[in-house]
Nanobody, 121 residues
Framework: VQLQASGGGLVQSGGSLTLSCAASGAIFSFNATGWYRQVPGKERELVAAVTSAGTSTYADSVKGRFTVSRDIAKKKWFLKMNNLRPEDTAVYYC????????????????WGQGTLVTVSS
């Protein structure tokens, strides 16, 4: 299983970006899918995720500005980021907790390669 994140870039404060993540490989079922971010010297933090029940969860710092969505049939999920702030600057990683291959395969975490989002003031 591989995850490919895309959509990062340089944007001015107040601008918008949409990140995409595409999964490939043998996947039996998805559990949670989401986005994390990391800045140098800090731990990776959860930004937003969709749980297996279809519930969305967000970090307090992005509530009201970011929207997470997914199209499981197409093995894709997205992060729409509005009203970006300089403090949103980070490498964003997509994540999936999924069961690969067969119904009896274990649930495992997979990560994309990261895409850099830079917000200028």
């Amino acid at each position: 299983v591989q995850l490919q994140a895309s959509g990062g870039g340089l944007v001015q404060s107040g601008g918008s970006l949409t990140l995409s993540c595409a999964a490939s490989g043998a996947i039996f079922s998805f559990n949670a899918t989401g986005w994390y971010r990391q800045v140098p010297g800090k731990e990776r933090e959860l930004v937003a995720a969709v749980t297996s029940a279809g519930t969305s969860t967000y970090a307090d710092s992005v509530k009201g500005r970011f929207t997470v969505s997914r199209d499981i049939a197409k093995k894709k999920w997205f992060l729409k980021m509005n009203n970006l702030r300089p403090e949103d600057t980070a490498v964003y990683y997509c994540n999936a907790h999924l069961r690969g291959g067969q119904w009896y395969s274990p649930l495992e975490d997979y990560w994309g390669q990261g895409t850099l989002v830079t917000v200028s003031s």
